[in-house]
């Protein structure tokens, strides 16, 4: 039995396939390479010494979908595959809303087809929306969300709520990752964003290695410790680590299940900026600049539901992913291009 990675190719998906093989599982793993390359796959087979299929497959494509579950003896799927820009999906919302639910509604139709009705969603913090004070739990209302990227996860989230609600053999786990950030320890696999980076870490990372001059720091005057926002920033490996169980509790209990994937602790920009020049000796030269607009002062997890029911908590710090982001951005100035 396998289970199925979609968005495989992907910086989550890459670093949770090195960890579902590790694992002992199979996998099958499908990407339309819209924001990664087959590389990824490639090096996650170097550093497993495990061989698996990697299929260019969009998951709009029913046909094909059905394909490939036809060809394989699938019984679970980890769905990753998605349009992930805040910005661009505010510019491009149909794209978005066709891509991540038209993609979503195509799989989970061939899924049910053939009978597979296990899947692990990558959700998002961001589901939360503007109104919850930090920490945030499974229990508060999800909604409000700023942007279609979020709406996206928000309506999947609803479908799968539905879909779990209409048939009691299904097993949903939603999982709502905080700040992912890090890369795999090798330093062979790691986020590899295309143009100017929209999120922190690659963009600290970049100004490290020369690509870029000095970070803006969007707004100082939020209401925090030293006015510049607050994550809850995780290790990709803790992220994955994370997968592996919740799937391991999908296969097992049916049902829909929430959780949060995220450390606990709140990390302010400048906070990290200081953890990623202490733990790598580079200076990352910053400015402040205006707030961006649609960011929140706080957010960070209450991750005690993935430990009391998962057993599962993040076990590496802001230094490691540091360190790991560092090893891979060095290593690969240009991500898979290099
Ligand atoms: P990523 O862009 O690196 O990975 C997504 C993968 O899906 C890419 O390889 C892309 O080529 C593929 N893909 C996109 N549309 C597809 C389609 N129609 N058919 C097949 N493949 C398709 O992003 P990531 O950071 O690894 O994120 C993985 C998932 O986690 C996404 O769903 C994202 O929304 C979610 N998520 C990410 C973050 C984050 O900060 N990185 C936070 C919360 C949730
Ligand atoms: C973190 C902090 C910024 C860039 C986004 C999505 C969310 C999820 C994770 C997918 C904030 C500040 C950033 C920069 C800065 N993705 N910052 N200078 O906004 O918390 O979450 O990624 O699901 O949905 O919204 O992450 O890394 O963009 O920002 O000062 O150049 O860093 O203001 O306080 P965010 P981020």
Redesign the pocket.
């Known amino acids: 039995m396998a289970v199925l990675v979609t968005g495989g190719a992907g910086y989550i998906g890459s670093q949770t396939c090195v960890h579902l093989l590790e694992a002992g599982k199979e996998i099958v793993v499908i990407d339309n390479f819209s924001n990664s390359s087959p590389k990824s796959s490639q090096a996650v087979r170097e550093i497993t010494g495990k061989d698996f299929p990697l299929i260019e497959c969009d998951i709009r494509d029913e046909e094909k979908l059905d394909e490939v579950f036809s060809q394989y003896d699938i019984d679970s799927v980890i769905h990753f595959a998605g349009l992930?820009a805040?910005g661009e999906s505010c510019q491009k919302p149909l794209e978005y809303y066709d891509n991540n639910i038209g993609g979503t509604v195509k799989l989970l139709s061939v899924m049910r087809k053939h009978g597979v009705k296990c899947i692990v969603f990558s959700s998002?913090?961001?589901v939360y929306g503007e109104k919850h004070t930090a920490p945030f739990n499974e229990e508060m209302e999800a909604g409000g969300t700023t942007n279609p990227?979020?709406t996206t996860?928000l309506f999947i989230e609803q479908i799968l709520k539905d879909l779990a609600a209409s048939d009691p053999e299904w097993s949903v786990s939603l999982l709502r990752?905080f700040?992912p950030i890090g890369a795999h320890i090798s330093g062979k696999i790691g986020e590899a964003p295309n143009g100017i980076p929209?999120?922190?870490?690659p963009?600290i990372s970049q100004v490290a290695v020369g690509k870029r001059e000095k970070?803006?720091?969007?707004?100082d005057d939020y209401d925090t410790p030293d006015g510049?926002?607050v994550?809850d920033y995780i290790h990709v490996a803790d992220l994955a680590d994370g997968h592996v169980v919740a799937l391991d509790r999908a296969l097992s209990v049916k049902g829909c299940e929430i959780f949060n994937l995220g450390t606990g602790k709140g990390v302010s920009?400048l906070e990290l900026v200081n953890a990623f020049q202490k733990a790598t000796g580079v200076k990352v030269p910053y400015v402040i600049t205006a707030r961006?607009p649609g960011?929140i002062a706080t957010?960070y997890a209450d991750p005690s539901k993935a430990e009391r029911i998962l057993g599962w908590k993040a076990k590496r710090d802001i230094f490691d992913a540091c360190r790991d982001t560092w090893n891979w951005q060095k290593n690969n100035p240009n991500g898979f291009d290099d």
């Open positions: 992930k805040v998002s913090a961001t990227y979020g996860k990752y700040n929209n999120n922190l870490m963009y970070l803006s720091v969007f707004g510049t926002g994550r920009v961006r960011d957010s």
